[in-house]
């Protein structure tokens, strides 16, 4: 049992240490005698240094800074050389994988798949350690016929320089089959070029002409040649290509570096914004169609896309008429139905091709006359003509007939097919 002086004692004890731990904190009630204390003992500078934050600069110091840039470098560097040597065995892997899955697709006959040397053999990657071409996955991929448009395209690409223009142009690679195009010029086609004084010595100016039928158009290298030659300023031709040659294996990309331009009304404009000779054919593919039977007549000039320029531009047009390329490649049928997936307008039937397959591809040595007729200039309509769709057919039709009266005074003179 204990007393009641033993309790007030114990109590007065309690109170004593309660209040030396809390101090006199206002939220502390006093422990009454007889009674437990309510509040546990807290130490405060013990919770302080325990949770609270020391005071101080938060920021190492620049010898921390230093001696922990010095024990980072190397796990940074041994880490940079572990991702690329696992790069490295990820490529190689790879290779071995396309490799693997080309020979099987070539395996074809059931026997023993050979091992490919790319490049005409030796070591992978050819004697001058460039890699393959392209490697096919699979047999879909080779008989895919965006492969070959890959394939085509990149070998189009190679040797070429860095001196183009925006469009493509490589004067070099032009000037290297130059004497070719002269020697067609001069000896081959033999072309009459009349009217070259209509073209201006300067500025831009619109070539508007017929189109020849036959596999392969060459009436715009031919004129472009034809103009350089006989100009006296000498001037660069520019003539734009219809869309589907550049789909072709290798003719899109030859074609824009000896100086054709890919047609449309972009295009089109940015070669007359800068001063430059530009030659079209409204007569487009329909034209590149014509079957022996309808040659020299005139087909639908489009929606007059050409008249809207040289309103937009104020661009002087010229009628041109070409008479002798026509008989070149006689067109005596065309296969459409089959070639949409080639991405051809039609295959052309000729009287030596495909019979006498690339041979047959060959033109004809015909006489050429081209002729040229005064400028006609629309500068009195101004640039808001050309949303005026009457007015830019009727003037679409009076330039359309002015090339047929030019050819049809061309066929009256002429003799021969082959002397002229």
């Given amino acids: 049992m204990t007393t009641e002086e033993d309790q007030g004692r114990t109590g007065g004890s309690n109170g004593t240490s309660t209040g030396t731990s809390t101090g006199t904190s206002a939220g502390t009630q006093p422990d009454l005698p007889g009674s437990r204390p309510l509040v546990p003992s807290i130490d405060v500078e013990e919770e302080e240094a325990r949770y609270l934050a020391p005071i101080g600069p938060t920021e190492p110091s620049e010898a921390r800074k230093a001696q922990s840039s010095a024990a980072q470098a190397p796990a940074?560097?041994?880490?940079?050389?572990?991702?690329?040597?696992?790069?490295?065995?990820?490529?190689?892997?790879?290779?071995?994988?396309?490799?693997?899955?080309?020979?099987?697709?070539?395996?074809?006959?059931?026997?023993?798949?050979?091992?490919?040397?790319?490049?005409?053999?030796?070591?992978?990657?050819?004697?001058?350690?460039?890699?393959?071409?392209?490697?096919?996955?699979?047999?879909?991929?080779?008989?895919?016929?965006?492969?070959?448009?890959?394939?085509?395209?990149?070998?189009?690409?190679?040797?070429?320089?860095?001196?183009?223009?925006?469009?493509?142009?490589?004067?070099?690679?032009?000037?290297?089959?130059?004497?070719?195009?002269?020697?067609?010029?001069?000896?081959?086609?033999?072309?009459?070029?009349?009217?070259?004084?209509?073209?201006?010595?300067?500025?831009?100016?619109?070539?508007?002409?017929?189109?020849?039928?036959?596999?392969?158009?060459?009436?715009?290298?031919?004129?472009?040649?034809?103009?350089?030659?006989?100009?006296?300023?000498?001037?660069?031709?520019?003539?734009?290509?219809?869309?589907?040659?550049?789909?072709?294996?290798?003719?899109?990309?030859?074609?824009?570096?000896?100086?054709?331009?890919?047609?449309?009304?972009?295009?089109?404009?940015?070669?007359?914004?800068?001063?430059?000779?530009?030659?079209?054919?409204?007569?487009?593919?329909?034209?590149?169609?014509?079957?022996?039977?309808?040659?020299?007549?005139?087909?639908?000039?489009?929606?007059?896309?050409?008249?809207?320029?040289?309103?937009?531009?104020?661009?002087?047009?010229?009628p041109c008429a070409i008479v002798g390329a026509e008989e070149t490649n006689p067109l005596l049928y065309r296969i459409e139905h089959v070639t949409r997936v080639l991405g051809i307008p039609y295959l052309p039937v000729t009287a030596t091709f495909p019979a006498l397959g690339p041979l047959g591809l060959v033109p004809a040595p015909t006489k050429w006359k081209i002729r040229l007729a005064e400028p006609m200039h629309f500068d009195a309509y101004g640039p808001e003509a050309a949303d005026d769709q009457i007015l830019v057919r009727r003037l679409a039709e009076r330039v359309r007939a002015t090339i047929q009266g030019l050819i049809d005074d061309t066929l009256a003179t002429r003799k021969s097919i082959w002397f002229g």
Wanted: some cysteine; hydrophobic content about 35%.
């Fill in 76 to 318: 940074m560097s041994e880490t940079a050389e572990e991702l690329e040597r696992q790069i490295r065995e990820l490529e190689a892997r790879l290779k071995g994988m396309l490799s693997a899955a080309g020979d099987r697709a070539v395996d074809t006959g059931g026997g023993p798949s050979t091992e490919r040397s790319p490049r005409g053999g030796g070591a992978p990657g050819g004697a001058a350690g460039e890699p393959p071409l392209s490697e096919p996955g699979a047999a879909r991929d080779v008989l895919s016929t965006d492969f070959y448009l890959r394939q085509w395209g990149r070998a189009g690409m190679r040797s070429r320089l860095e001196e183009v223009d925006e469009f493509g142009f490589d004067p070099k690679y032009e000037a290297r089959y130059r004497p070719l195009f002269d020697f067609l010029h001069k000896h081959y086609f033999r072309i009459d070029l009349e009217g070259i004084e209509h073209i201006p010595g300067e500025g831009r100016c619109l070539v508007v002409s017929n189109h020849s039928g036959g596999p392969i158009p060459y009436d715009g290298l031919m004129l472009r040649t034809a103009v350089r030659r006989e100009h006296p300023e000498q001037r660069e031709l520019r003539w734009l290509a219809e869309d589907f040659v550049y789909y072709l294996p290798f003719a899109g990309t030859i074609m824009n570096r000896l100086g054709a331009v890919r047609a449309c009304p972009e295009n089109a404009e940015r070669l007359l914004a800068g001063e430059r000779l530009v030659a079209v054919f409204p007569e487009g593919v329909q034209g590149i169609g014509k079957l022996y039977k309808d040659r020299y007549r005139l087909q639908r000039f489009g929606r007059g896309g050409f008249i809207r320029l040289c309103l937009r531009t104020r661009t002087p047009l010229v």
